[in-house]
């Protein structure tokens, strides 16, 4: 038993197998190009704006994944140790850049914790609270001051990363670590676009539980738009564990992230589809 997952039975033979013919994350690995209509996009963050309401191209992303995740619950899953299982939560991980005390510059890494009740300005609320609070120089957050200690005596980091791999492949990680661990995630994401670059296809992490990577190229124009036009859209570099969804699985899951990004509007409300409750009137 995991205190981030619960192992996943009654499985197909063939789906059981593949950690076994695959038992590491980077024989697994599958590549996958997307993209993003950036002209929705943008008119969308534009308008939400004049309406006073704050969204990013990251918190719209991010949303419209957990929407199909919720939807599609086997993107959630993940490998340790040749067995599967299903996490108990959602939660993304992302780097920022930030500026030493000395001016240098720096990054650091930051996990989000998400639930179905929220929606797309509750996700970008957490997001920029997660950065505006980590962009302080001073400021170390709990992954950061777990690496500084785990560097501080040499060749301790060896066997801090030698102990934590091989207790987390037996189910002994600690919830404190496995909290603060950005590589135990439903989402690893990169906006490589906030830096004017091109996407990659970023590998997932053999240590630790990330299952699928995202990563935000700049917009380019599009190369389907009638001559002339201006039209851009972002493309997307996706890598993903073949072993947690079958192709028929992802296929529905990417079909569903598509259409939200198209429509995100749909994003406003809680993204389990449920109804907002109604406030209990106050007597007078």
Not at 53 to 61: G, K, P, Q
């Amino acid at each position: 038993m995991r205190v981030d997952g619960t192992r996943v039975k009654g499985l197909s033979p063939i789906v059981q197998a593949l950690p076994y013919i695959m038992p590491r994350r980077y024989d697994a690995q599958n590549w996958a190009n997307d993209y993003v209509d950036e002209d929705i996009m943008r008119n969308y963050i534009r308008q939400k704006r004049r309406d006073g309401r704050s969204v990013t191209h990251m918190s719209v992303l991010v949303a419209a994944y957990y929407k199909a995740a919720l939807e599609n619950p086997k993107v959630n899953y993940f490998i340790m140790n040749r067995k599967i299982y299903k996490r108990n939560h959602f939660c993304f991980s992302f780097v920022i850049l930030k500026t030493r005390a000395d001016g240098t510059p720096d990054e650091t890494t930051l996990k989000i914790y998400l639930d179905p009740e929220d929606t797309v300005f509750s996700i970008s609320q957490k997001i920029k609270e997660h950065i505006d609070r980590n962009l302080v120089a001073a400021h170390n957050n709990n992954t950061d001051k777990f690496a500084n200690l785990a560097f501080s005596i040499p060749g301790f980091a060896r066997f801090v990363f030698w102990l934590a791999y091989h207790l987390d492949q037996h189910n002994l990680l600690p919830g404190k670590i496995i909290e603060l661990s950005p590589f135990h995630t439903s989402l690893f994401i990169t906006n490589l676009a906030s830096i004017n670059t091109n996407y990659i296809f970023h590998h997932c992490y053999e240590f630790g539980t990330t299952s699928v990577f995202v990563c935000m190229g700049k917009p380019v124009p599009d190369p389907m738009a009638p001559e002339g036009s201006r039209k851009k859209h972002m493309p997307l570099g996706v890598v993903m564990d073949e072993r947690i969804a079958t192709g028929i699985e992802y296929s529905r899951f990417f079909a569903a992230f598509s259409r939200y990004l198209k429509t995100p509007e749909v994003l406003e409300t809680r993204l389990d589809g449920r109804e907002m409750p109604v406030p209990a009137a106050v007597e007078a």
